[in-house]
Every structure is written in C-alpha cells, then in structure tokens.
C-alpha cells in the first residue's frame, strides 16, 4: 500500500474519531513521525498532501531538512532535549514538543536566530509520573509556564505528553482526560495556548475524544521503522 494510501486512511480515522467525540470540536492536526524513515518516503508524504513532520534524532533530522529545503515543510523536535542539541533545534525547527525545563527553554530561547519567527513549543507532561519518562511533572506545570512565558524568542503554544503505555481504553481516557483538564487550566490563564498534543497510533482514539489537538503518527503512515 502506497503512503498516499495510509495517509488516507490516518485521516479516515481521526475524522471518525472527531465524529464520535463530543468533547472535541476543534480541528486535529496529524504530525508524521518520519524519524528512521528515508527522505523519498518523506517526499511521497508531502506529494500526498502531509506537511507536519516530527524528528528525534539531531544529526539525522538536520539532513533531511536540508535535503528538503525544496519543499514547504514545518519540522517538529519531538525527542528528549539534552543541552548539546539545544543550538541545532533553534537554528533548524519551527516547533519542538519536549521542553520540560527551564535551562533547555533559556537555551532555546537564547539560540533562536532573529532571521526566524520565535520557535514554536510545547511542554512535555509527564502525566502518568513514570521515573523512566521525561517531562515535567503536574504539580510543577504552572511555575515552570509563568518563567517560560517570560523568555523572548519563543512561543508557547500548548502541552504534550506520552502516558504510560496500555491498551485499556478507560486507563487511556483517564490519562488523556488529566491533561484535557491541564491544559483546560492553563488556558484560563493564557488564552493564545492552542495545542494540546496528545494520542499516537494505538491511542489517538482515545486522545481525542478527550480534546487533543494533534496526534503523532509514524509506522501507520510510512510502515515499520528501519
């Protein structure tokens, strides 16, 4: 099956998903976890229509944007943010999803160039308070937006977060439903946020029918990773 063909079926499914939700009224954006997968396959996605791609891996992705630089494509950080890549991300991405300290945002911020529009992000949650995950945790959200809201150079744009893995439906809304109420919260506060980015393959069902407002998608769309 061609990824033209999967793309198709990807947005079948989250149009059903949105259909069927009645917490979710916004549109949802599918985010091409292209990470591993060779820049033909990338290609192929745009020529089907797929602009949104995300990347974890510094070196790799650095080549594939500019091997891409034809194409009108908004890339996404989307791997843990250790300080050594911090230069690269500012200088390369229009968005990252996983900033979840204050040094990794300051950095950021400070290595954006001004040629640039400020660099879009989302703080990582680390909803399900897994040692073994990276994120803030809840209880500290809130300080860590009101010192990030201050930094030039970036936008916040809303929340991300990868819960504890499981396919129980009921423990993935229960999660999912945690952060709807987050981010609920933080939007009270600062209306601009917009993104709640929530749900991959085996769960985006679930992500939004609690209102997420982008799902990351990788081995339904380009297959199996290298």
Same mark, same amino acid.
């Given at each position: 099956?061609?990824?033209?063909?999967?793309?198709?079926?990807?947005?079948?499914?989250?149009?059903?998903?949105?259909?069927?939700?009645?917490?979710?009224?916004?549109?949802v954006?599918?985010?091409?976890?292209?990470?591993?997968h060779?820049?033909?396959?990338?290609?192929?996605?745009?020529?089907?229509?797929?602009?949104?791609?995300?990347?974890?891996?510094?070196? !790799?992705? =650095? *080549?594939? @944007?500019i091997? #891409?630089?034809? $194409?009108?494509?908004?890339?996404?950080?989307?791997? +843990?943010?250790?300080?050594?890549?911090?230069?690269k991300?500012?200088?390369?991405?229009?968005?990252?999803?996983?900033?979840?300290?204050?040094?990794?945002?300051?950095?950021?911020?400070?290595?954006?160039?001004?040629?640039?529009?400020?660099?879009?992000?989302?703080?990582?949650?680390?909803?399900?308070?897994?040692?073994?995950?990276?994120?803030?945790?809840?209880?500290?959200?809130? !300080?860590? =937006? *009101?010192? @990030?809201?201050? #930094?030039?150079? $970036?936008?916040?744009?809303?929340?991300?977060?990868? +819960?504890?893995?499981?396919?129980?439906?009921?423990?993935?809304?229960?999660?999912?439903?945690?952060?709807?109420?987050?981010?609920?919260?933080?939007?009270?506060?600062?209306?601009?946020?917009?993104?709640?980015?929530?749900?991959?393959?085996?769960d985006?069902?679930?992500?939004?029918?609690?209102?997420?407002?982008?799902?990351?998608?990788?081995?339904?769309?380009?297959?199996k990773?290298?």
């Amino acid at each position: 099956m061609t990824i033209a063909l999967h793309l198709q079926k990807v947005f079948q499914r989250i149009d059903d998903s949105v259909n069927l939700s009645n917490n979710n009224s916004h549109p949802v954006t599918l985010l091409a976890v292209s990470k591993t997968h060779k820049i033909n396959k990338i290609r192929e996605a745009f020529e089907a229509g797929q602009r949104d791609f995300g990347e974890s891996y510094i070196q !790799e992705a =650095v *080549e594939k @944007i500019i091997a #891409l630089s034809d $194409l009108d494509i908004c890339w996404y950080f989307i791997g +843990p943010i250790q300080s050594n890549k911090t230069q690269k991300i500012a200088k390369y991405f229009d968005w990252t999803l996983s900033v979840d300290r204050l040094k990794i945002a300051k950095r950021l911020s400070a290595q954006r160039p001004e040629s640039k529009r400020p660099l879009n992000i989302c703080l990582q949650v680390n909803i399900s308070e897994e040692d073994s995950k990276s994120g803030v945790l809840p209880t500290d959200l809130l !300080e860590l =937006v *009101e010192q @990030i809201d201050q #930094l030039p150079r $970036l936008k916040l744009r809303g929340l991300m977060c990868i +819960p504890a893995k499981t396919d129980d439906v009921k423990q993935q809304a229960q999660a999912f439903h945690q952060m709807q109420k987050l981010f609920t919260l933080l939007k009270s506060q600062y209306p601009d946020l917009d993104t709640l980015s929530m749900g991959m393959s085996a769960d985006f069902d679930a992500a939004i029918a609690q209102g997420s407002t982008m799902i990351r998608v990788g081995t339904d769309i380009f297959g199996k990773r290298n």
